[in-house]
C-alpha cells in the first residue's frame, strides 16, 4: 500500500478550444480557428524566411513585439 505507481496512467487526448450547444456553431468555431492556425502558419514561414508576410486578425504578440504587419479583421 505504500508503493508508487511505476507507469502513467493514460489521459485524454481531448483539448477543448471551443464550447458550444450547437453543434452547427462549434463546428463553425472549429473551422475559423482551423483557418487561422493555417494563415497564421503560412506568415509566419514567409515572415521566417525573412518575405513580407501579413498575419491574420487576433495576432497580438508579434504586432506588439516584433511589429509585424496583421491584416485588419472582417466587417461583421
Do not use: K
Not at 8 to 33: F, K
Not at 39 to 65: H, I
Request: with cysteine; charged share 25%; net charge positive.
Amino acid at each position: 500500500w505504500r508503493s508508487c505507481p511505476t507507469s502513467r496512467e493514460p489521459r485524454r487526448g481531448l483539448q477543448p478550444r471551443v464550447a458550444a450547444r450547437s453543434v452547427w456553431a462549434r463546428i463553425e468555431a472549429l473551422q475559423r480557428n482551423r483557418a487561422f492556425i493555417d494563415a497564421y502558419r503560412a506568415a509566419r514561414a514567409a515572415w521566417l524566411a525573412g518575405l513580407d508576410a501579413v498575419f491574420p486578425p487576433g495576432t497580438y504578440w508579434l504586432r506588439r513585439f516584433a511589429s509585424v504587419v496583421v491584416a485588419e479583421p472582417p466587417r461583421p
